[in-house]
């Protein structure tokens, strides 16, 4: 569980992380309704809500609910949730030849 030092705030243990993606959390919709019904009835499948900087996005299957922190989004100010790009590995660590900086 997360907690804030500066005010205290206990995080729900349904947040868990996401394996592809480095900043975004997830959560079956079931637990929310029970660990947080007042968002579970904000959220319509497809959508994406905003809250007080975290941005909360019911999936079309309506079964698992995405949060992310805005300011860690592609566009901040739009209704995605998708993340920035990572970069790329120049090199595959596989392949028997080297990268030129070697």
């Known amino acids: 569980m997360r907690i804030c030092p ?10 868990r992380n996401t394996k592809w993606c480095y900043y975004t959390e997830h959560c079956h919709v079931d637990e929310l309704k029970v660990w947080e ?17 975290v941005k ?4 079309k299957s309506g079964l698992y609910v995405h949060r992310i922190p805005a300011h860690l989004t592609k ?4 209704d995605s949730v998708e993340e920035p790009a990572t ?7 596989l392949s028997k030849k080297l990268p030129s900086f070697f």
């Not at 019904?37 to 900087?53: C, D, H, N, R, W």
């Not at 909360?56 to 999936?59: A, D, G, I, P, R």
């Not at 566009?75 to 739009?78: D, Q, T």
């Not at 970069?87 to 660590?93: D, Q, R, S, V």
Request: glycine letters at 8%.
């Open 75 to 78: 566009r901040p100010l739009s």
């Open 37 to 53: 019904p007042q968002l579970a009835a904000m959220l319509k499948p497809g959508e994406t809500v905003f809250i007080s900087g």
């Open 6 to 15: 500066k005010c205290g705030y206990v995080d729900p243990p349904i947040w």
């Open 87 to 93: 970069e790329k590995a120049c090199w595959n660590p």
């Open 56 to 59: 909360y996005h019911l999936t």
